[in-house]
């Protein structure tokens, strides 16, 4: 009998379903993806000339697992701007390899096997499995579209037990695009220092928001020791190839997290903290620019879809909308499948995101308005098709 060489845990974990149509989308010549959450915008030119000048002359050693002590310096200087929170720079920040990194190593510092930790969902599809890989459960709660899609401070109350380590949420939120504000934050803060809870709150689409001003968790009366805040470079700035993020927090956990950086991934690439140093520094006019061309877009494809016949949801951050198909009477799978399929439009299956998930889907505007328009009006005919093989087999 052949040995089976992949653990049970990693054998549990289903591949990304968001992967799985970006892949089928890339065989098809003329699709259109909605599918990836990733900014169609090139890197700023600024942005990329550090990292040429940055290899230009020499900076290709390590860094200090910590990150370069300038770019965390103007970490530090943006949240004091931006939040009025302090966080010392030495001990309290960490520079992450994406958000993504620094989601899995806070989970490795604070859990121990079959700890529990709430996820408000639907949910990025990599939180669930690395709750799982660091040995811990993920409990979901459900945000519904009756609350726009904000998970409530109830519905966190009634998942929590002896085991409940943390709670991890995300907003502006990817699939959704709803974001949450100060009261409801307030709500939950509450909940996590009456159980004594840490807060994950993953806040990379901060600048992203629309309507509104996004208020940072660890900025909320009494929550800056219980919070770990990540946020990043890869949606603001259109870096995500160039993998940079970071984490503040209280010094224990940072600490702790950066015992677990060093021994896997060291630091983060050298040329993408200059990068993101030259970001911080003088990156925000191309943002803004960016913010607001994605606002025209979420504009767009909202009354597009609510046009066509997709009851749609208006987010109010990050870059994606999650229109029902439940009118439908498809799965989610089974539209997203055959509207790749029949009409070459990548959109992801909403219960990639979590069972919450089901009956929607998610659709990225971060790509061109061109491609959007045409996007829509493939979609109208799919419907079309829909609704014509419904009448001719009822008949």
């Known amino acids: 009998m052949k040995r089976t060489w992949i653990s049970n845990v990693v054998q549990s974990v289903p591949p990304s379903g968001i992967r799985r149509f970006f892949d089928l989308a890339n065989q098809l010549p003329d699709a259109i993806s909605l599918g990836v959450g990733e900014p ?25 697992n910590q990150g370069l002590p300038e770019l965390r310096h103007e970490i530090a200087n943006a949240f004091h701007r931006d939040y009025s929170m302090d966080y010392d720079p030495d001990d309290e920040i960490l520079v992450t390899t994406g958000v993504s ?18 996820i408000a969902e639907p949910c990025y599809v990599s939180y669930k499995p690395t709750v799982v890989f660091a040995g811990g459960s993920p409990v979901t709660v459900a945000a519904k579209l009756e609350d726009e899609f904000r998970v409530t401070a109830d519905r966190i109350q009634e998942k929590i037990t ?14 959704t695009g709803a974001t949450m504000g100060k009261k409801d934050l307030e709500e939950i803060a509450d909940v996590a220092i009456d159980h004594d809870l840490l807060i994950i709150s993953d806040e990379i689409y901060d600048k992203l928001t629309y309507d509104g001003k996004h208020t940072c968790f660890s900025s909320l009366n009494g929550m800056k020791e219980n919070t770990i805040v990540f946020n990043g470079f890869s949606k603001s700035h259109a870096m995500t190839g160039l993998r ?3 984490a503040l927090g209280n010094s224990e956990i940072i600490s702790a997290m950066t015992k677990i950086h060093q021994y896997t991934m060291l630091c983060s690439p050298i040329t993408s903290q200059m990068a993101a140093i030259d970001a911080l520094r003088n990156g925000d006019v191309e943002m803004e620019k960016m913010v607001r061309e994605y606002d025209r877009r979420r504009h767009l494809i909202i009354s597009g879809l609510n046009k066509i016949g997709l009851d749609c949801f208006c987010g109010k951050g990050a870059f994606y909308v999650f229109p029902s198909i439940a009118s439908t009477g498809m799965t989610s799978e089974e539209f997203a499948e055959r509207l790749l399929l029949e009409k070459g439009v990548a959109v992801v299956p909403g219960d990639v995101f979590g069972d919450s998930g089901a009956g929607f889907l998610r659709c990225s505007y971060a790509a061109s308005r061109a491609d959007i328009k045409e996007a829509l009006r493939r979609m109208e005919e799919f419907l079309a098709s829909i609704q014509h093989t419904v009448q001719y087999n009822v008949a």
């Open 244 to 246: 940079i993020g970071y």
């Open 40 to 64: 169609d915008f090139v890197t700023p030119w600024h942005i990329r000339e550090a990292c040429i000048h940055a290899l230009e002359t020499g900076y290709t050693s390590y860094t200090t």
């Open 162 to 175: 002896e085991k409940t380590r943390a709670i991890m949420i995300n907003y502006p939120n990817n699939p």
């Open 101 to 118: 990194e620094g989601i899995d190593l806070v989970v490795r510092s604070i859990l121990n096997r079959g700890d529990e930790v709430i």
